[in-house]
């Protein structure tokens, strides 16, 4: 009762340790919070690029289920960080890059906090304006403002609010799917087909993509729960949450697409609405509205998550004290940045999101790899947590492995880019444009960073990491109050 009342309203806490006093929630929590940020329309999108590319349906489900799976193993394995550190996700690149280093992947971050939500708060708008009606404008205001108002409440409502929406969408959206599939399609839509690797790789890698860009959230969502939570258990909630909220969507895009042929909207909505409408008149807005809920939700996630890395990119130059205040003036620029990006955005877009997404995959292979291979095999979660709040302390504020393995993992996956019109690189075109970035990326910055960090003294690190946990809940509870 002692820690609910020192989080009771409004969040203080932002990028800093969160003590064990604090601790509070359960487990399984991790489950819905994943499934439901996974199991928004905007999911939809990401199982469409087979399909638009010639894949056939067969071959698109193959390609999401593998893109999931391996994607998923990255961001749960990170989400275990959290209540063995208590702190936020993007902070903790400051062993692996430095008190300034870490600049360089929260610049990414941030670039996709707001990309992301910039097409969920648009998708929600159209959503809204199919249904209630009124200016897609005003929508993107509305929207804005009440995940704004979500955000800044912070974690817990956070948490509740998307356990209340799985249930939800379990009940709604599982009659919409079982409607879906007693729909006529075309002859031959369900056959194998033949095996085209050029649209099964395209899926694959925008599914893992996607599911990799999760990384940089997951830490923010389980740091407040209890130390004494088990990795294994911590990775399987959130592994399978987010797997299958993230499959049963982009396969229902796919299928989507598949019945609806080159009259395809493009968001999925319109056909959304459509076959909702098989089961009774009036059912395709129900969903549309439980799928604009569960965009706004997402679009909190987004603001919070983009508050936090904000907050971490300013305190590299001037150290900062959690306050509400800063909260507030964080998640409002993160949110107006969103807004503008949203009421600006033009159709070129929505139509170039999967280009955007394996973008995405590009630029957090490599720090995926390294977070994650100092995390479990380095430093072995043992780190000095005040030190990462020290600008000259023992991480230093540039380092040099990180920062190599990362640049050299991302250079040496360049040839095998292909994204979409933009950019193909020579060995993706000598594949006849499947790209394999993805397998090349991970492995050489993660053994890369292995190999440059065998010379940190991991030892020393720990003995200090030891003595300074005692320092650390004092120094922590003092700033429990805004």
Request: no cysteine; charged share 10%.
């Amino acid at each position: 009762m002692a820690a609910e009342s020192k989080i009771a309203g409004i969040e203080v806490r932002s990028i800093d340790y969160v003590p064990l006093n604090e601790r509070h929630g359960k487990l399984w929590h991790l489950g819905p919070l994943w499934f439901m940020s996974n199991a928004q329309i905007a999911t939809l999108a990401v199982g469409l690029i087979s399909i638009t590319q010639g894949g056939s349906l067969f071959w698109s489900v193959v390609a999401i289920v593998l893109g999931v799976l391996v994607g998923t193993l990255f961001m749960a394995f990170h989400s275990a960080q959290g209540p063995q550190l208590g702190l936020p996700q993007m902070i903790q690149s400051r062993p692996q890059f430095g008190y300034v280093g870490a600049l360089l992947v929260w610049l990414f971050a941030y670039l996709q906090y707001a990309g992301f939500n910039v097409f969920n708060t648009i998708l929600a708008a159209d959503a809204l304006q199919s249904t209630a009606h009124g200016p897609t404008s005003l929508w993107i205001v509305v929207v804005t403002a009440v995940a704004f108002v979500i955000a800044l409440i912070g974690y817990d409502i956070i948490h509740r609010s998307e356990r209340i929406l799985t249930y939800l969408m379990l009940v709604i959206f599982g009659i919409f799917t079982i409607a879906l599939f007693l729909i006529p399609y075309p002859p031959g839509t369900f056959d194998i087909g033949p095996f085209r690797p050029v649209p099964f790789f395209a899926q694959f890698g925008v599914v893992a993509g996607y599911q990799i860009s999760w990384a940089i959230y997951v830490s923010d969502y389980s740091r407040y729960l209890p130390p004494d939570v088990t990795v294994r258990k911590t990775f399987l909630w959130t592994y399978w949450g987010s797997a299958l909220g993230g499959a049963w969507m982009m396969i229902v895009g796919s299928v989507l697409a598949a019945w609806a042929g080159k009259s395809f909207s493009g968001t999925g909505i319109a056909e959304i609405q459509a076959v909702g409408d098989h089961v009774f008149h009036g059912f395709g807005s129900i969903v549309l509205l439980l799928a604009a809920l569960g965009l706004v939700s997402v679009t909190a996630l987004n603001m919070y998550g983009g508050s936090l890395t904000l907050i971490s990119a300013i305190d590299s130059f001037v150290a900062i004290a959690p306050r509400t205040s800063v909260r507030v003036v964080t998640i409002g620029v993160t949110a107006a940045l969103s807004l503008v990006g949203a009421l600006l955005a033009t159709s070129d877009f929505l139509a170039n999101f999967n280009d955007f997404l394996l973008v995405i995959l590009y630029l957090f292979i490599p720090w995926t790899a390294v977070n994650l291979v100092d995390y479990y095999f380095v430093r072995r979660g043992h780190y000095a947590i005040a030190e990462i709040f020290h600008p000259r302390g023992m991480y230093g504020r540039w380092s040099w492995r990180g920062i190599a393995a990362y640049l050299i993992g991302f250079v040496v996956m360049i040839p095998f880019f292909a994204v979409g019109k933009v950019f193909t690189g020579p060995v993706a075109r000598a594949l006849g444009g499947v790209d394999i970035s993805f397998f090349i990326g991970l492995p050489v910055a993660g053994l890369l960073y292995y190999l440059f960090a065998r010379s940190i003294d991991v030892e020393a690190e720990t003995k200090v990491a030891l003595a300074e946990r005692q320092e650390l809940e004092a120094a922590a509870a003092q700033h429990a109050l805004p």
